[in-house]
């Protein structure tokens, strides 16, 4: 198991105790069973487990996109367990940047305005901040000319570029990957993964699930899941290696 020293002003995540129960007819299938785990500022995270371990379940509650059933979900200090489903949606348009496996991008819109969306979505800025924002945010990820560009001409790998451009817009707290690449090949995934390398190399936290054993080890920490519980966790050989100062 990790044991990384903390901070309390390092701590970005912190699941206490924390349970998921779905009522299925009279049976209650119990998707997380008291998961306790702490996730630092700027880390770079990967979550595996085997079909039905609880690794999506945990993703959606880790995205405000679940409540979970007990115990404590703490986002930068702020119990979420105490928000409404308003409070929940401010909270994921402002904190969280989601990156889906599908890409989730409207087909109509070009890049630039696909990126816009969260901004439109959270209000407050004018349209000529929206669209200096977004460009910047296509820049960082390799796309300053493809901007003009609807989804149907850009590659899987660079719509999975826009698809983190519009992540990373509103400047989250952390970053979600949910399978990321799962619809590309071996060297579009490795892309992707330099990508995702860089942006932690800038200070991103990044929490990132997925099934393939070597696109978990491109990040820093492993947490491993089994029958809804955290089964291992542990630094990847990367991470001990920037540790001990290897080049």
């Not at 305005?113 to 901040?129: F, M, Q, R, S, T």
């Amino acid at each position: 198991m990790s044991t990384m020293p903390t901070r309390a002003d390092d701590i970005v995540i912190r699941l206490s105790n924390v349970t998921r129960v779905y009522k299925v007819g009279v049976e209650n299938i119990h998707a997380l069973s008291g998961v306790d785990l702490e996730l630092r500022r700027n880390e770079y995270v990967a979550i595996m487990g085997p079909s039905g371990s609880g690794k999506s379940t945990l993703m959606n509650i880790l995205g405000c996109l679940d409540r979970c059933s007990g115990g404590i979900y703490e986002l930068d200090g702020r119990d979420t367990t105490r928000l409404n489903s308003g409070g929940l949606a401010r909270v994921r348009n402002s904190q969280i940047g989601f990156v889906f496996q599908s890409f989730e991008l409207l087909p109509r819109l070009n890049a630039i305005k696909n990126v816009e969306l969260p901004l439109i979505y959270a209000g407050g800025d004018g349209w000529l901040n929206r669209r200096s924002r977004a460009k910047e945010a296509l820049a960082k990820v390799g796309l300053g000319e493809r901007m003009k560009h609807r989804p149907n001409q850009l590659s899987g790998g660079e719509k999975q570029r826009v698809a983190i451009a519009r992540a990373l817009v509103n400047k989250p707290s952390i970053l979600l990957a949910d399978e990321p690449t799962g619809n590309l090949d071996t060297r579009t995934s490795l892309d992707i993964m330099a990508l995702f390398e860089q942006l932690h190399r800038e200070g991103q936290t990044i929490i990132m699930v997925t099934h393939e054993d070597d696109i978990a080890h491109h990040a820093k920490r492993i947490v491993r899941m089994r029958d809804g519980k955290v089964v291992a966790d542990e630094q990847t050989g990367a991470s001990r290696q920037i540790a001990a100062g290897a080049p």
